[in-house]
């Protein structure tokens, strides 16, 4: 931080103050935080994983990033899909929003995603996490023990349907 306020009293000092946006780290974990809907499902979903015996898992910033840009993708085209128009799948999205293997020994992981009608009961936190949870493959992802991070986007589509990404990882060692 002293070395992005350094930069950025230098650059004012010369008047350039559109330099201090280049400057400053992207991928800052403190940027994002989490809306309300998406402190929901995370609630959510952290109880059907403290009710298991399980860790809870913790927002990341990183994953919120991927999350959301992948929810307002789906949204966009209307598609529900773990593929993204560019052919990423959960790794390569999640690596391009900071959520790096670089440094770690071991790094995993693992997407789940949904849609329902806007407004109506299955378009909440609450119901999205319960659908996930009555689906084997969904389930998998959202408890397996050694997930401990979380993000979660949320967005609204021209079809009317409420689009949901939810990414989950670890990363040990390092």
Known sequence: MRKALGITLLALAFGLPALTCVLLP????????????????IAAINHERSARGLAKV????????????????????TLLSHVSANGWTIGPRVR?????????????????????????????????????????AHRQVL?????????????????????FAVDVGRRVGG
Not at 96 to 119: D, K, L
């Open 26 to 41: 992207a991928t800052a974990e403190a940027v994002t935080t989490p809306t309300r809907n998406e402190r929901l499902v």
């Open 58 to 77: 913790s927002f990341k910033a990183s994953l919120t990033r991927a999350a959301r840009a992948h929810a307002g993708e789906m949204a966009r085209r």
């Open 96 to 136: 391009h929003y900071g959520y790096s293997p670089a440094g770690y020994t071991q790094w995993t992981a693992g997407e789940t995603i949904a849609r329902a009608t806007f407004g109506s009961p299955a378009a909440t936190p609450k119901a999205i996490v319960k659908l996930w949870m009555g689906s084997a």
């Open 143 to 163: 408890l397996t023990a050694r997930m401990r991070d979380i993000g979660v986007g949320i967005a609204r589509g021209s079809d009317g349907r409420r689009y």
